[in-house]
Nanobody, 124 residues
Framework: QVHLVDTGGGLVQAGGSLRLSCAAS????????MGWFRQAPGKERDFVVG????????SYADSVKGRFTISRDNSKNTVYLQMSSLKPEDTAVYYC?????????????????WGQGTQVTVSS
């Protein structure tokens, strides 16, 4: 069992930066692959980025490549999402998710645990 808590959201102007954190409690966090998803009102939950526990490989949605960076600190059971050059279209609730498996996935259906979400609002 893994419990996830997302923090770090807020209101920022376009071009600004935010760092989201996802703190995990529970056993064996290091063997979970992690992902960040986002959901805007009236839209589906979209994949943003994932990081695999087996080799640290990362995978980014095209819309955030070069602007967002995922990292994890297994000693702190925490995953981070550094977001830069934010755009109004990045506005959404951001969720971290954990998947017991060696690789991350772009499908939200393949994740076992979810954080409660944190709102990110980017003003133009």
């Amino acid at each position: 069992q893994v419990h996830l808590v997302d923090t770090g959201g807020g209101l920022v102007q376009a071009g600004g930066s935010l760092r989201l954190s996802c703190a995990a409690s529970g056993r064996s966090f290091s063997v979970y692959s992690m992902g960040w998803f986002r959901q805007a009102p009236g839209k589906e939950r979209d994949f943003v980025v994932g990081i695999s526990w087996s080799d640290g490989r990362t995978s980014y949605a095209d819309s955030v490549k070069g602007r967002f960076t995922i990292s994890r600190d297994n000693s702190k059971n925490t995953v981070y999402l550094q977001m830069s050059s934010l755009k109004p279209e990045d506005t959404a609730v951001y969720y971290c998710a954990a998947r017991r498996g060696p690789y991350s996935s772009g499908s939200y259906r393949e994740y076992d645990y979810w954080g409660q979400g944190t709102q990110v609002t980017v003003s133009s």
